[in-house]
């Protein structure tokens, strides 16, 4: 992040029918995370460095956007975050 306003956004295609878990990890400052997708949009700002996750269901095809956005309590610059997806089923 490179200042308190900034927002990083990446897009997801799903492979296959099934249940996605997004996770946001290793967080240097508070960070939110929301995703939107063919079924709504979901998203959590929890305070504290605390790992971020959304499950969601998605069809084969179906294209998620994912958005990171600084919080309360400032950005890092120097330290990076990890966003992870994967399908549970």
């Not at 998203?43 to 996750?53: H, K, L």
Request: a positive charge; aromatic letters at 8%; proline letters at 3%.
């Amino acid at each position: 992040m490179r200042s308190a306003s900034d927002e990083q956004w990446w897009s997801f295609t799903a492979d296959a029918d099934g249940t996605y878990v997004v996770r946001l990890a290793e967080l240097p400052k508070n960070y939110g995370l929301a995703a939107y997708h063919p079924g709504g949009s979901t998203s959590t700002t929890n305070s504290g460095t605390a790992d971020r996750v959304r499950t969601i269901t998605l069809r084969a095809g179906d294209r998620m956007t994912i958005r990171v956005s600084v919080g309360t309590g400032g950005y890092s610059a120097s330290d990076p975050y990890r966003i992870a997806v994967g399908r549970t089923t």
